[in-house]
T-cell receptor, first 110, second 117 residues
Framework: DQQVKQNSPSLSVQEGRISILNCDYTNSMFDYFLWYKKYPAEGPTFLIS?????DKNEDGRFTVFLNKSAKHLSLHIVPSQPGDSAVYFC?????????FGGGTRLMVKP | NAGVTQTPKFQVLKTGQSMTLQCAQDMNHNSMYWYRQDPGMGLRLIYYSASEGTTDKGEVPNGYNVSRLNKREFSLRLESAAPSQTSVYFC????????????????FGDGTRLSIL
């Protein structure tokens, strides 16, 4: 049973618009959440994170929102750029193991 | 600026053959990890090493062994490869701490694509 789920395998967005990637989790013990970005034939690279004591963290065009009551987090990319096209993984930890979602492939069209 | 280096990048094995995947990091990180990535399942932790000389099982350790040779190197061994082990394998490392705290983001290598026939 997957503890971290990304229910949208893919997402297509027009350049300049907002991309919203979603992630749901089931383990209430998770206290830190991360987003990783992955290009083909490369390893994942860290993008942004959020602690469970916060509900928002922003870094440039990237913002992560956390709704603990709904066990839901989302990544907003504004404005989206063609170079953002990649697979995005959310991940969560309770301090002993990092658990990844299945990934969402984002395609940003020029 | 190498970061995490994995060798080889590709490998094809026959069922029953053995193989060692190599990983080295040059960031002086204490913790190192091995993951496998399968379609639709994200990355799953096989083994990790919180510090030199220690290793622990992750989510899917069966069929694998690891060695933390020194602070830089962490190898993954398949003693008798099976088709179910066909996957992309990623090594990662993270800085300070003797745990897998998520607030120390992990740095990943570019992966080893392994096919077992």
């Amino acid at each position: 049973d997957q503890q971290v789920k990304q229910n949208s395998p893919s997402l297509s967005v027009q350049e300049g618009r907002i991309s919203i990637l979603n992630c749901d989790y089931t383990n209430s013990m998770f206290d830190y959440f991360l987003w990783y970005k992955k290009y083909p034939a490369e390893g994942p690279t860290f993008l942004i994170s959020i602690s469970s004591i916060k509900d928002k963290n922003e870094d440039g065009r990237f913002t992560v929102f956390l709704n603990k009551s709904a066990k839901h987090l989302s990544l907003h990319i504004v404005p989206s750029q063609p170079g953002d096209s990649a697979v995005y993984f959310c991940a969560a930890t309770a301090g002993n193991m990092l658990t990844f979602g299945g990934g969402t492939r984002l395609m940003v069209k020029p | 600026n190498a970061g995490v280096t994995q060798t080889p990048k590709f490998q094809v094995l026959k069922t029953g053959q053995s193989m060692t995947l190599q990983c080295a990091q040059d960031m002086n990180h204490n913790s190192m990890y091995w993951y496998r990535q399968d379609p639709g399942m994200g990355l799953r932790l096989i083994y990790y090493s919180a510090s030199e000389g220690t290793t622990d099982k992750g989510e899917v350790p069966n069929g694998y062994n690891v060695s933390r040779l020194n602070k830089r190197e962490f190898s993954l061994r398949l003693e008798s490869a099976a088709p179910s082990q066909t996957s992309v394998y990623f090594c990662a490392s993270s800085g300070e701490g003797a745990s897998l705290l998520g607030n120390q983001p992990q740095h990943f290598g570019d992966g080893t694509r392994l096919s077992i026939l």
